[in-house]
């Protein structure tokens, strides 16, 4: 048994050791803590394996960091590394930051002058020359060579064992690598153990080891040569001392074999180049693909969208929206084309469904839209408004053309049910619009329809079937418009359209001077049409053009003949503006037609109106000018009637005004009117241009002319228009 005393003495006995204990292991802690100090090591990261920076563990490491942390700790310090900021030892060594340096070859002087102390030599470092498959190299003392301005201790080392050696230093490898391929420095110069690590980039593998040219160098810490730097170093060397070889070795090994080259960007675009490009290509490919599936589909989508809201479902013609749409589209795109718009209703079309079925009702509809859209063109449209409404817009073709849809299309309606041996006949009402001029600059569709639809529904009240027209008179136009302008080309084809000319006389002298070439056209089925009528026609329907290139290749084809026969006449032919816009080369056009009927420029005279100089001048002058070049005689027509001002004259370079008399015609025109036409003639003379007065009727106005200096004339005075026959007889 233990007393009490005893226990209370062998508890305060273990406190006590307890204590002591703990004062020890503190001491011990606090002791060592004091022994370790920190070492502020200054070093390159450029360097691989030598030093670089481990990404993952985040830390400075390498061969020389690994010797040194080694050797440091011997020695009682801790290494602490540092990334060099200076470009060169030099400049490091002056920068009180750092406690010491690597790595040095041998001691340097600092950029400020100072000179170094250097550590015992850590290790022996290979160095290697590099070059661009040269294999012959100059010796040593002869060399240039490049190497990383970091390396300028280095450098200086290699100065002193090779005289006579062109050192240049470059601020990065690449930079080195670039000078050698120029051919600036034979080779580089780097640690062995760098190379092994650099040369394994692929975009250097033109570089090549020259294995001869190897030379090893000291591998030392440096500082200051001050009393605290020499104590450092001196220190150091005690721990660099008890490094054994095997340990050295160990570094190497465990830096060299475990620190693979790890690829930049512009490696992996050197290495896997190609297949980048394909990536990218396919994924561009793929990209473009689905962008254009996804449009495609989308589209479609629209399409069906649009489908849905302009087709009527059950005929496939358009519904009212998509009417009134490709309406208003069509007389935009083609205000040349005189159109008509139709209403069509089936009379009692209630009784057809409830008696024969809805069924029979909607074959009725599809039948009647079927054969409508056979006879139309694209340039028409045809609608279902609502059910048995159809509207349709076709282009006026006279008669002919109503005739024919009466017998392929209504008629077939009427007997639809007949023609399937029934006892029903259909019965149609139908009201027609004719679509004027100002319909075309705006068109109102629901105002052309609400038109038609009156008329339908006068046939509605008044007869059984048939139609009626809105605008009857605007029809008679419309008609005349499809039989002249439809009927151009049979017109040439039958002769219909012949060439007659208008002699022009020297009043002084009587003879004839030359002649104005008017067309004229016998219609087979309209009689004798004056030009004042077919030619605005034409003009306005786009079809001028082919009615003139007959008239001038007719005339070129009688100068021709006149020729042959030793006469040698001239003729005036006239050229609408529209021919201007519909051959913008209309100067080769006529050159071509001398060539053709051998003809010489001055017996082909060209008139164009004063009204196209005003309406086109830019186009016409350079026509004008175009002309002369080759000689032909540009007349100005119709000068006077128009809203012409005087001073395009200064402008438009024509050889001839054709004075139009018979804007003179009327009251008061007596003396006022020869006080104008005196200016004018003074006005040409001065102006240097030629003078010739058309629609002389009178021996007054001819006596006129002549005494105010214009004797040159047109006019029913002296002949009227001639057809060939008669005007050869002159
Ligand atoms: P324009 O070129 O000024 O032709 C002269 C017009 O005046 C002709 O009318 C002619 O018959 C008429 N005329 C001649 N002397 C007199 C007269 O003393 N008094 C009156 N009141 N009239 C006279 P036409 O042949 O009816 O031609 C009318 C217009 O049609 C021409 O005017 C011309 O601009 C145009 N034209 C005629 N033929 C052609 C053609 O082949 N091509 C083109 N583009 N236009 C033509
Ligand atoms: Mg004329
Ligand atoms: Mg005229």
Redo the contacts with the bound molecule.
């Keep these: 048994m233990i007393g009490k005393g005893a226990l209370r003495k062998r508890i305060i006995t273990s406190l006590c050791m307890l204590a002591i204990l703990c004062c020890v292991v503190i001491s011990s802690i606090v002791s060592n803590a004091e022994s370790d100090e920190y070492l502020i090591v200054g070093v390159p990261t450029d360097r691989c394996p030598m030093f670089y920076f481990d990404e993952d563990a985040g830390i400075i490491t390498g061969i020389g960091a690994d010797l040194m942390t080694a050797a440091a700790k011997e020695a009682g310090y801790i290494a602490v590394f540092r990334v060099l900021e200076e470009k060169n030892l030099k400049d490091a060594l002056d920068n009180p930051g750092y406690d010491v340096i690597m790595p040095f070859g041998s001691a340097i002087t600092s950029s400020s002058g100072n000179p170094s102390v250097v550590s015992d030599n850590l290790i022996q470092t290979p160095f290697t020359l590099v070059t661009v498959n040269q294999s012959n190299l100059p010796d040593m003392h002869e060399l240039r060579v490049g190497m990383l301005s970091s390396l300028g201790g280095a450098a200086e080392t290699v100065r002193q064992l090779y005289p006579g050696i062109e050192i240049t230093l470059y601020d990065s490898m690449p930079e080195c690598v670039d000078a050698l391929r120029a051919g600036k420095v034979d080779a580089l110069l780097h640690n062995s153990y760098v190379w092994s690590y650099v040369l394994q980039k692929p975009t250097y593998d033109d570089l090549k080891v020259q294995p001869a040219a190897m030379f090893t160098m000291d591998f030392r810490v440096g500082a200051l040569d001050t009393e605290k730097g020499r104590e450092i170093i001196e220190r150091l060397n005690t721990g660099i001392d008890t490094l054994s070889d095997t340990q050295k070795q160990a570094v190497v090994l465990d830096h060299t074999s475990r620190k693979l080259y790890k690829y930049d960007l512009e490696d992996y675009i050197h290495e896997y180049g190609l297949f980048i490009l394909v990536g990218i290509l396919i994924l561009v490919i793929f990209n473009i693909i689905v962008i254009m599936k996804q449009k495609a589909l989308h589209a479609k989508h629209e399409e069906t969208v649009k489908q849905l809201v302009d087709r009527d479902p059950l005929t496939g013609v358009l519904s009212m929206n998509g009417f009134r749409k490709r309406v208003v589209e069509l007389l935009t795109q083609h205000p040349d084309i005189p159109y008509m718009i139709s209403y069509n209703n089936i009379r009692d079309f209630k009784y057809i469904n409830d008696n024969l079925g809805k069924e029979a009702g909607d074959e009725l509809l599809k039948f009647w839209a079927s054969k409508s859209l056979e006879v139309m063109s694209d340039e028409e449209a045809i609608g279902r408004i609502e059910g048995d409404h159809f509207v349709v817009l076709r282009s006026i073709g006279g008669s002919e053309k109503m005739n024919a849809d009466e017998a392929q299309v209504f008629d077939l309606v009427r007997n639809y049910f007949i023609d399937r041996g029934k006892e029903v006949r259909v019965q149609m009402c139908s009201g027609v619009y004719v679509v004027m001029q100002e319909d075309y600059k705006n068109p109102d569709v629901d105002h052309m329809l609400d038109c038609a639809r009156v008329a339908e529904k006068k046939v509605r009240d008044t007869v059984k079937d048939g139609y009626q027209f809105y605008n009857p008179s605007q029809w008679e136009k419309g008609k005349w418009i499809s039989d002249v302008v439809g009927h151009l080309r049979v017109a040439i084809r039958k002769s219909e359209l012949q060439v007659w000319y208008?002699p022009q006389v020297d009043f002084e002298t009587g003879e004839v001077t030359g002649a104005?070439?008017?067309?004229r056209w016998n219609h087979t089925k309209l009689g004798w049409i004056?030009?004042?009528e077919f030619?605005p026609a034409l003009e306005d329907a786009g079809s001028?053009y082919e009615?003139?290139c007959y008239?001038w290749e007719r005339v070129c084809q009688d100068l021709h003949r006149w020729n042959e026969q030793g006469i040698h006449r001239s003729v005036s032919v006239?050229?609408?503006r529209c021919d201007i816009h519909d051959n913008k080369d209309i100067v080769a056009y006529f050159c071509d037609l001398l060539r053709k009927y051998e003809l010489t420029a001055d017996q082909l005279k060209i008139?164009i109106?004063e009204t196209a100089y005003v309406q086109d001048s830019e186009i016409l002058i350079s026509i004008t000018k175009g002309l002369r070049k080759f000689g032909f005689q540009v007349e100005m027509?119709?000068f006077g009637s128009g809203y012409s001002s005087l001073n395009m004259l200064k402008e438009v370079p024509v050889d001839r005004i054709k004075m139009d008399l018979?804007f003179l015609t009327g009251d008061g025109c007596g003396e006022k009117g020869r006080i104008i036409i005196e200016c004018m003639i003074y006005m040409a003379n001065r102006l240097g241009i030629k003078l010739i007065a058309?629609?002389?009727?009178t021996i007054e106005q001819a006596q006129m002319l002549k005494e105010l200096g214009c004797p040159e004339m047109?006019?029913?005075?002296f002949y009227k228009?001639l057809s060939v026959d008669e005007f050869e007889k002159i």
């Design positions: 208008q104005e070439a008017l067309c004056p030009p004042s030619i001028i009615l003139d008239v006239n050229v609408s008139e109106t027509d119709d018979r058309e629609g002389v009727e047109q006019g029913y005075y228009p």
